[in-house]
């Protein structure tokens, strides 16, 4: 079983995420991978970026605490996460989770429940860039109402 | 906590009298600070330390008392009532809105 987290400015490449998820990988017969992008979420206001800022050293404690709670749960042979930080334009990719598993329900289920649990446990902070002024993105009740599917 | 007891003066390590306390995201921008040191004498609540915040930046008082502030004491979320000792990182956040 591995885990890779990894908390960045940079982007990253999908294809080259999901060929590490594949490679030299005989046992698993499933690759799950979500990508997040930045969109014009604000009603009314036209975001034109978002910037990320986070708690270095909690973020990747929490992510990898995630990471081992999902492999708890469903057989996860490879999970990878990567979040990044900083100035983010409109469209650009702001996380990756990919997992790998023997079937592909454990897969998507473990991808989805990385997902929920970033969403209302990592440490970062998102503002929005509008042409003239920013603002700090306030919590979603929604986001923690999707927690409660894994609390069961 | 022993970590403190041969601090050079010149360093910029913090003082084993001190709390390193870290504040980001929104609550970071209205304090106009992101990090600070204080000195306590004895252990005390996360609670405790807010007021002794507060009464130092009496400013800051509607920001550090607003309900859905969370908090996390060497990196790991915590609860108001907990105790914070010299040498400790304490952060003050709003709620986090990452993915």
């Known amino acids: 079983m591995s885990i890779h987290i990894q908390v960045q400015t940079d982007d990253f490449n999908v294809g080259d995420e999901h060929n590490t998820l594949c490679s030299n990988n005989k046992s698993d017969g499933a690759v799950v991978t979500f990508t997040g992008l930045v969109r014009e979420f604000s009603s009314g206001d036209n975001v034109i970026a978002l910037e990320l800022e986070h708690y270095p050293g909690m973020t990747e404690q929490l992510l990898q605490s995630i990471a081992e709670q999902a492999q708890t749960r469903w057989q996860l042979a490879r999970i990878c996460i990567i979040h990044r930080v900083g100035y983010l334009a409109l469209g650009e990719q702001i996380v990756f989770v990919g997992v790998t598993s023997r079937h592909r329900q454990a897969a998507f289920e473990g991808a989805q429940f990385i997902m929920d649990y970033l969403k209302n446990h990592a440490t970062f902070w998102k503002k929005e860039h509008f042409k003239d002024s920013s603002n700090w993105v306030e919590f979603k009740q929604s986001d923690k109402q999707a927690m409660g599917r894994w609390e069961s | ?99």
């Open chain 2, 1 to 99: 906590m022993a970590v403190g007891s041969e601090i050079n003066p010149n360093d910029a390590i913090p003082s084993a009298q001190n709390v390193e306390i870290l504040f980001f995201g929104q609550l970071k921008e209205r304090l106009k600070c992101s990090k600070l040191s204080l000195e306590i004498t004895q252990p005390l609540t996360i609670s405790e330390l807010k007021l002794r915040l507060v009464s130092q930046y009496p400013d800051w008082q509607p920001w550090l008392e607003e309900r859905e502030l969370l908090a996390a004491l060497n990196q790991t979320m915590s609860s108001s009532d907990e105790i914070v000792k010299a040498g400790d990182e304490l952060a003050f956040f709003p709620p986090v809105t990452g993915g």
